[in-house]
T-cell receptor, first 110, second 113 residues
Framework: QKEVEQDPGPLSVPEGAIVSLNCTYS??????FMWYRQYSRKGPELLMY????GNKEDGRFTAQVDKSSKYISLFIRDSQPSDSATYLC??????????FGAGTTVTVRA | KAGVTQTPRYLIKTRGQQVTLSCSPI?????VSWYQQTPGQGLQFLFE???????NKGNFPGRFSGRQFSNSRSEMNVSTLELGDSALYLC????????????FGPGTRLTVL
């Protein structure tokens, strides 16, 4: 079993819809929780990160972490065609290793 | 500031050969991490170098090795290539070891025939 599980999708939504992405994990030592976005033929780029449990909002993006359930989410409000990409969750434990989810491919239809 | 650069961008090799990939981090970043990305396994951590020392290593066989130079540039070597080594190899730099924000390069697409 992988340390980080993420549904690969694909996910297709109409423009303006809310995109909901999530990951589950098994390693309780994870302290930092990140979301990366990867466009086709590009490397991933960090969208936002959260330390420990709680919510964090950045513009149209909201990240949630529930450590008791070992579950993290990313919500994209008012989705745009430019949000079409693969979204990867990532987590870091105290030994500084990053573990990534498989990535969810999102398409926002105009 | 220039981003992370990787060379070459594309590579085709045959089984049994070896390959060396290169990564130049963002200026001032001393940490370079390497990842393998495949459709089936996703992004998997290979190793991290910080100030010329390997700090962390993922669960890959010894055929995968790396090094970092005094200017923080890093190389990754894969010997005795196997078909399963076909993947996108990404390098990422960070100012600190194990940094939460990793700045990724565009990757090297390796195809093993």
């Amino acid at each position: 079993q992988k340390e980080v599980e993420q549904d690969p999708g694909p996910l297709s939504v109409p423009e303006g819809a809310i995109v909901s992405l999530n990951c589950t994990y098994s390693n309780s030592a994870f302290q930092y929780f990140m979301w990366y976005r990867q466009y086709s033929r590009k490397g991933p780029e960090l969208l936002m990160y959260t330390y420990s449990s709680g919510n964090k909002e950045d513009g149209r993006f909201t990240a949630q972490v529930d450590k008791s359930s070992k579950y993290i989410s990313l919500f994209i409000r008012d989705s745009q065609p430019s949000d079409s990409a693969t979204y990867l969750c990532a987590m870091r434990s105290n030994d500084y290793k990053l573990s990534f989810g498989a990535g969810t491919t999102v398409t926002v239809r105009a | 500031k220039a981003g992370v650069t990787q060379t070459p961008r594309y590579l085709i090799k045959t089984r049994g050969q070896q390959v060396t990939l290169s990564c130049s981090p963002i200026s001032g970043h001393r940490s370079v991490s390497w990842y393998q990305q495949t459709p089936g396994q996703g992004l998997q951590f290979l190793f991290e170098y910080f100030s010329e020392t390997q700090r962390n290593k993922g669960n890959f066989p010894g055929r995968f090795s790396g090094r970092q130079f005094s200017n923080s540039r890093s190389e990754m070597n894969v010997s005795t290539l196997e078909l399963g080594d076909s993947a996108l190899y990404l390098c990422a730099s960070s100012p600190t070891s194990g940094g939460v924000e990793q700045f990724f390069g565009p990757g090297t697409r390796l195809t093993v025939l």
